[in-house]
């Protein structure tokens, strides 16, 4: 993993390489931002850099230490995460004796804490002892997308570095080019996963999501155009899907959203669903106040499925709305 390797994340990535090429380098960071956008890749590019013998701004990949750490066997980088959604505190309490170590192979000894948020708090204010008088030698780097889980001396004791959402031009070149994917599913990908890297490889790699994505949107083509029957059918498909109901309503929120984008302004660059387009355009038989009922009604069905409500008379009641309103 190079800095080169990462899409978007520029900024950050040329700050991180002018602290250590000014060597500016700070005990303790904090990396925070939404899930999967690319924290962790970050923080493993910067510790391979500051554990690299050429000691340059990126990892030369080619000294015994770049191809220790690519293999995950470099004797000065700790790597912590939770286990079962837990970082149990004898796991910190283990690492706070090792830290006392002299690093055996660079200058440096990193430990990166992934998802640090899952650490009581017991567990983080032994930790905190150790970020409050670290040995000069050790770079902890800890990350999160939970910050409100944290104890406020931890982040006024830590760098703290922002991660934005990657912007979509990056993630649709990476999905075309790595993925396979036309250009109008990539832009829907992007846009579905709100800027997250992790997130839209992951979708890629699971075409199950995108048959899941046709048929929620045939299904809602099918009784929007009045099929009673297929009311009653499609209960099935949200009964079997249950799991991915949160993404099923997303994708049925976007495919309104889109629609009403659509009755305004035509084809615009702001449509997601790029891909469907004929089929969207043959929907727009439906008015501005009925589009909005049907958004209003599929929220209202998230938050009680939320609540634990019947799923079943839930989903039935969203989909003869869908119908009806
Ligand atoms: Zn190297």
Known sequence: MNFTDIKGHELTIRALQNAVREDRIFHCYLFTGEESIGKRLV??????TLLCKSEGIEPCNRCNSCLKFDSWNHPDLVFIEPENRLIKKEVIDKLIKSMSILPLESKRKIVIIDQCDKMEV??????LKTLEEPPSYVNIILITSNVNNLIPTILSRSQLVKFHPVESKHIIELIVSKYGKTREEADFIAHFTKGSVGKSITLCQHPEFFERRDNTISL???????DRINVLNSIDFFVQNKDYMDEIIDIM???FRDLMLYKEIGNSILILNKDKIQLLSSETFLDMDRINDIIDNIMKTKKLIDNNVNFQLAIETMLLNMQEV
């Open 43 to 48: 923080a493993l590019a910067f510790a391979k």
């Open 122 to 127: 017991e567990t983080q204010n032994a930790l």
């Open 220 to 226: 809602v083509h099918d009784i929007i155009r009045g």
């Open 253 to 255: 929120i976007y495919w």
